[in-house]
């Protein structure tokens, strides 16, 4: 018994004061989380990559939008998706829940019923995804960086640092292998194709797929646009003329059809884009913060430049 409690002071001794950056934020842990859940499927990806799922619950708002692929659906077979959209604070305080992965627009709403304040009195931490900062304080613009701060203080916070730092080490080398070998022209002009017909939605300044693009060569044709994922006019994409539009996919619209109707309406068959048939479908969990933003740019750039 003595050794096992100079055991348990000795692993409180290592947690003790781990704090990290969420946002406007600085959140400190005494111990590991060991009742976890994450919301979206990028989110959740990031903790199955660090080899969370046993620190997990469950997970959240994935299949009201989106589908699994057979990696994704092996990686949290044994969780239970605890809602299909976003949870309510019912159902985080009823799985028992010590953490929350999420994001403002990625779980939470400014103002909404689950924020970091609301859960706290349940003993509920949360974690904000830095990408999703944009929508409550001034931040830079978007970066591939900000996906591996996320990872580092995941490591820092569930106690796998080394982990974490050894898949950032190798994402950083494998984009620098890969961008030392790109022959780049005059950056492309580039539209993010969310979704909506009516008004488009799509990634602005602080919105991952802007670090994309540039990372593959291009420019995003909004990235003056002060916001991450927000909605424009028909208008201001007919006049910035892209030469290429990256389609995101998921949910009921799929790809081909987004793509069937930029083609089909009159009042874009003078774009750039249009006249030379130049699409890229990227997939939701590869344009939103995730392990799967370096293919998202080899994606880019192959479609981009042939390589």
């Not at 946002?23 to 979206?40: G, H, K, M, Q, Y």
């Not at 995941?154 to 080490?169: P, Q, T």
């Not at 083609?263 to 874009?268: C, G, I, K, L, R």
Request: proline content about 4%; overall charge negative; charged content about 25%.
């Amino acid at each position: 018994m003595i050794l096992g409690a100079a055991l348990s002071l000795t692993a409180s001794a290592v947690f003790a004061d781990t704090t990290v950056q969420s946002c406007d934020r600085t959140v400190t842990f005494d111990a590991p989380p060991e009742r976890a859940i994450s919301n979206d499927v990028n989110l959740t990806e990031m903790m199955l990559v660090l080899g969370l799922a046993d620190r997990m619950v469950g997970y959240t708002g994935i299949s009201g939008w989106k589908t699994l692929d057979a990696e994704m659906t092996a990686g949290v077979e044994a969780l239970p998706e605890l809602s299909e959209k976003y949870p309510s604070k019912e159902v985080l305080v009823g799985a028992d829940a010590d953490f929350f992965f999420a994001g403002w627009n990625y779980g939470m709403k400014v103002g909404g019923e689950v924020t970091p304040e609301t859960l706290a009195p349940f003993g509920i931490d949360v974690y904000e995804l830095t990408e999703s900062c944009a929508h409550i304080m001034d931040k830079d613009k978007a970066s591939i960086e900000e996906m591996y701060a996320d990872l580092l203080n995941l490591g820092r916070i569930f106690d796998v640092e080394d982990r974490a730092e050894g898949l950032v080490d190798g994402y950083r080398a494998e984009l620098e292998a890969f961008s030392g070998g790109l022959d780049l022209g005059e950056p492309l002009r580039v539209f993010v194709y969310d979704s909506g017909e009516d008004t488009p939605f799509t990634a602005g300044r602080y919105a991952m797929p802007t670090a994309l693009i540039e990372a593959a060569g291009g420019v995003n044709i909004m990235d003056d646009f002060e916001k991450s994922w927000a909605t424009v006019t028909w208008e201001e994409v007919v006049e910035r003329n892209p030469e290429v539009v990256v389609i995101v996919n998921y949910g009921d619209v799929t790809a081909e059809q987004k793509r069937a109707f930029m083609v089909s309406n009159p009042a874009f068959a003078d774009l750039d884009a249009i006249k030379n048939d130049r699409f890229v479908t990227l997939e939701y969990v590869e344009a939103t913060p995730g392990p799967r933003n370096i293919q998202a740019i080899k994606t880019l750039a192959d479609a981009f430049w042939g390589q």
